[in-house]
């Protein structure tokens, strides 16, 4: 008898124990926390608004009627809209400043089909037209002008743009206008994007514009590789951008720095500067890992990479301009650099002749100058470099430095060089003669050693 009264007591306390334990973890995930660079006083759910999470219910209204109810708190500690799991269907919808989207694990956005979704909205003023078509653009999926601290983050949640639709009638020739972004962000300052899962976007996947101190990191983007312009991430006319910890695949260019387009960007004149790209993992068979341009019209500044894993992509480092752009790509500064099965190491070309309308001005030059590549790798590699500069305007101060490249079985040249001026050393295959070796003495190919304000910014830990 004692014994099982014994057995049913300690059966009592290990079931009290489970409950305590479960009560202390499930209290713990209620007050889970996260890093974010800001955190907020006022948290809503989007069920509080209406929201239905079952992949077929509309939560346009929801999100519109929440993200309302939080500005109000702009200037009291600033308001943030968790969306549970499950799926949430809903159309194109606007941020606020001082605010937060959170996406909790298995908390999927689904973009709507329906098009009357995506309202049409103005072309960029940096391009004077939709990038696909003449005039404007569809609307973006999650996006915001004129703000000041926004965060969109979650615990790896997913927003899916079921992009087949639009891929298919782009290819049809079927749209009027020009596809819309997942996220863009325009006219802003102080903003994240971190630890999620974006998939499928129409068209670019993220786009901050016009923006300053951007920070990108934690993030999964997946497209199919055979979808045209679903680009990774595409800092556009950006000052102090920071882009890490990022893993790609891509039917077009990773990570894609721009600054408008002929003469439209080159009278906005906001250029990309101050960017860091690091510790990216890409996969692009028909693009670029760094694609640098083709649009670059308010020029290109002071790009540091470092730490870029590419994996069967077509090249790994690539300027893109032509006549017409005007502007500059300079200051460029790239090390550290992993390639398995690519065409190209590294592709500049001053060839790239798309134009938004008749109306560029063939005097207007770019200028490419202070190109630094070192400490790089490559495996499988069809040519080590294709370098096309301008006749008219040769792509200077180029420099290759410490970097091995294994060539695949081809009959094409390792290197082909026209209009370059530039220098390496300790590089194989031996480079073209318009990059001179230089004496090991004067060391590697420079890579700047301060720090960026962008980099200053630190996280904190907010809570749910």
């Known amino acids: 008898m004692e014994f099982h009264k014994n057995h049913r007591i300690s059966q009592v306390l290990q079931l009290s124990l489970l409950i305590v334990l479960g009560l202390w973890s499930l209290r713990r995930a209620e007050s889970s926390t996260y890093p974010s660079t800001n955190c907020r006083a006022h948290t809503v759910s989007l069920k509080d608004f209406g929201g239905v999470g079952d992949g077929v219910t509309s939560n346009t209204e929801a999100f519109q009627k929440a993200i309302y109810h939080l500005s109000q708190f702009g200037s009291n500690g600033g308001g943030q809209l968790v969306v549970p799991a499950g799926k949430w269907l809903t159309g194109c919808f606007n941020l606020t400043s001082h605010f937060t989207l959170y996406l909790q694990r298995d908390a999927v956005l689904l973009a709507s089909q329906d098009m009357n979704d995506w309202p049409i909205i103005a072309p960029l003023p940096s391009y004077g037209r939709g990038r696909d078509s003449p005039g404007g653009r569809y609307s973006n999926f999650i996006m915001g002008s004129n703000l000041t601290d926004v965060v969109i983050t979650g615990d790896n949640g997913t927003i899916d743009g079921q992009g087949k639709m639009w891929w298919d009638k782009f290819k049809a020739k079927e749209l009027k206008y020009t596809r819309g972004y997942l996220i863009e962000i325009m006219y802003s300052d102080q903003i994240l994007i971190s630890n999620l899962t974006l998939v499928n ?161 063939p005097k207007a030059i770019p200028v490419i100058d202070k190109i630094s590549y070192s400490n790089m790798v490559a495996e499988n590699v069809t040519m080590a470099g294709q370098l096309e500069g301008l006749h008219q305007s040769p792509f200077t101060g180029i420099c290759i430095s410490n970097v091995t490249i294994g060539l695949a079985k081809s009959k094409k040249p390792a290197w082909n060089c026209t209009d370059i001026h530039g220098v390496s050393s300790s590089v194989s295959p031996q480079p073209c003669d318009l990059l001179s070796e230089k004496g090991s003495e004067s060391g590697p190919c420079p890579y700047p050693t301060d720090k960026l304000p962008i980099d200053n910014v630190e996280f904190k830990e907010c809570s749910l």
């Open 201 to 361: 976007s129409p068209s670019w996947h993220v786009h901050p514009v016009y923006s300053s101190n951007v920070i990108v990191k934690g993030i999964t983007i997946l497209a199919p590789v055979d979808v045209p312009n679903t680009d990774g991430i595409n800092p556009d006319s950006c000052t102090d951008v920071r882009i890490e910890d990022c893993y790609i695949v891509s039917g077009d260019d990773c990570i894609a720095v721009k600054s408008g387009w002929d003469e439209y960007g080159i009278a906005f004149r906001m250029p990309t500067q101050h960017l860091i790209i690091r510790r990216l993992t890409c996969i692009s068979p028909d693009s670029a890992v760094i694609a640098l341009g083709s649009e670059m019209s308010g020029g290109i500044q002071d790009v540091r990479a470092e730490d870029i894993t590419a994996i069967n992509s077509q090249s790994g480092v690539r300027i893109k301009t032509a006549v017409g752009r005007g502007a500059y790509v300079k200051d460029i500064y790239v090390k550290g650099f992993t390639m398995h099965t690519m065409k190209y190491a590294f592709w500049m070309t001053g060839n790239y002749g798309s134009h938004p309308d008749d109306h560029w001005d």
